[in-house]
């Protein structure tokens, strides 16, 4: 579609979804039936089939319905993994027993969701996991440790990923289920992290039982599944922003920012993550042209050049997907940069600021509390949602052509590989 094209219908949708939202807003409601009225309107996942809660239009009507109903005064759909990840695999990959049951609880935030997909041993290698699900009757028992569980604490589900075929080679041992969290056998121990904050968790699944309707697609199928998880993965992350307009009253907002903050807490350590490149410029310049070396301000501009750029790549990226294109190498690259400049700004900070920037928070400085968070924050921008030299494996391979790297695994029972209780660890 060209962009005049696209300009003439986004307009039509915003109109559509006005209408609809100013005969059907009621700010006295609660949270829950607002949201259930959104989503029986179509309004709320309009690029999903007509049968589940959508009205088949493109891709990018979502973002158009939501951005528009958040600014006219209304909400839309809760953030989080439920909407973000949980949702749209239920809705390519899940049964019709299992979108029933689970995908309008979701869409309003009745259900809560996390991902347990992280192992100690099995990150950048997901498909090296090693958490079992053996087959009993009409039930899975699973046994294993997941990691880095972002707000397993407090949620109600959780997407998770198990070795159910050990004798199956790597990826095609693994089964995608959906797990009821609040049961018998499910263990979850909060960390702290170095930044002081809590937002990950281990969790350790002893015996826990999962009936077979809960696997998404079938046995054995898991590691596609997954794979549709982690690429909803990056818009979502891409999606943490809450927006109420200006002076918008009513019971609907209250519960919907007091679920707002709550989720937040969570991430807000968040935006100390990217760097605080916002801070920079203003933190040299308070410190006048005396006392701060040219260098520094010259870096300074160095990363304002290069954190412009990445955002029109991002934007560029977010407009791909908006259209409903898969993404392609701008998500990997805009990536990369985002874990540049969190580590630029870091050492910028940290030259600004000289030995205090080591003081921990709690100074009463806002500015100041911010930079010690940011120095050990940072870090994780680089991790999270795929480390850097894992995107670079993928701008290397999948864009650039270059060899794979060499793999013990490929056609091999993942007995052999991965097992540590083998009795023959060598590949046959
Ligand atoms: C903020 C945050 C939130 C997260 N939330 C969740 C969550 O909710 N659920 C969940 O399941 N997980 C979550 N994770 C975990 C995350 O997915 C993993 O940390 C990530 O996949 C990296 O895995 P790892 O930590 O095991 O590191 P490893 O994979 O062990 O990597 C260690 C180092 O080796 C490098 N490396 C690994 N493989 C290669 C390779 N092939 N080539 C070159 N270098 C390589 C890595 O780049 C890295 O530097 C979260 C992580 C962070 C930081």
């Known amino acids: 579609m060209d962009s005049v094209n696209t300009a003439a219908s986004e307009e039509h ?16 409601l609660n949270l829950l039936k607002w949201r259930r009225r959104l989503v029986d309107s179509g309004w709320a ?7 589940w809660f959508g009205l ?3 891709a990018w009507v979502d973002a158009v319905a939501h951005r528009v109903i958040r600014q006219a005064g209304g909400v839309a759909l ?54 079992t699900a053996e087959r009993d009757g009409d039930s899975w028992i699973v046994n294993g440790q997941k990691v880095w569980n972002t707000s397993a604490d407090h949620a109600d589900m959780a997407i998770l990923v198990a070795r159910t075929d050990w004798d199956a080679v790597k990826h095609a041992g693994i089964t995608y289920f959906v797990l009821d969290m609040r049961q018998p056998g499910v263990e979850v121990r909060p960390i702290r992290q170095m930044n002081n904050h809590q937002s990950f968790n281990e969790v350790f699944l002893t015996n826990a039982v999962i009936p077979h309707a809960n696997v998404v697609g079938h046995p054995g199928g898991g590691w596609r599944v997954a794979r549709a998880t982690l690429a909803h993965e990056r818009s979502f992350t891409m999606t943490r922003d809450v927006y109420f307009k200006p002076g918008a009253v009513g019971r609907v907002i209250d519960e919907a ?16 993550r990217k760097g605080r490149f916002d801070l920079l410029i203003e ?17 300074v501009m160095r990363t304002w050049t290069f954190e412009r750029s990445a955002s029109l790549t991002a934007q560029r990226a ?81 864009m650039l052509g270059l060899p794979k790297e060499p793999s013990v695994d490929r056609g091999v029972a993942y007995r ?13």
């Open 78 to 131: 809760p953030l989080g993994a439920g909407p973000g990840l949980a949702a749209p695999t239920l809705y390519e990959h899940g049964s019709d027993e299992l979108k029933a049951r689970l995908l309008q609880p979701t869409l309003t935030g009745e259900l809560e969701w996390c991902q347990l997909f992280s192992e100690p041993g099995a990150g950048s290698d997901l498909a090296g996991l090693k958490a």
């Open 318 to 398: 977010r407009v791909v997907r908006e259209q409903g294109h898969p993404p392609g190498a701008e998500g990997s690259i805009g990536k990369l940069a985002l874990s540049e400049v969190a580590r630029r700004s870091g050492l910028l900070h940290g030259r600004l600021s000289g030995a205090a920037a080591m003081l921990a928070g709690g100074s009463g400085d806002p500015v100041h509390d911010a930079v010690a968070e940011v120095l050990t924050s940072t870090p994780a921008q680089s991790i999270a949602g795929g480390t850097d030299e894992v995107q670079k494996n993928i701008l290397g391979e999948a």
């Open 416 to 428: 052999h590989v991965g097992r540590p209780d083998a009795d023959d660890q060598s590949p046959e």
């Open 56 to 58: 088949e239009r493109p």
């Open 283 to 299: 933190r040299a310049a308070a410190r006048g042209d005396r006392t701060v070396a040219p260098t520094v301000t010259d870096e």
């Open 257 to 272: 920012r007091i679920e707002a903050e709550a989720y937040l807490k969570t991430y807000e350590w968040y935006p100390q």
């Open 13 to 28: 949708v915003r109109n559509q979804v006005l209408t609809w939202f100013e005969q059907a807003w009621d700010p006295s």
């Open 45 to 51: 996942v309009p690029s999903w089939s007509r049968e």
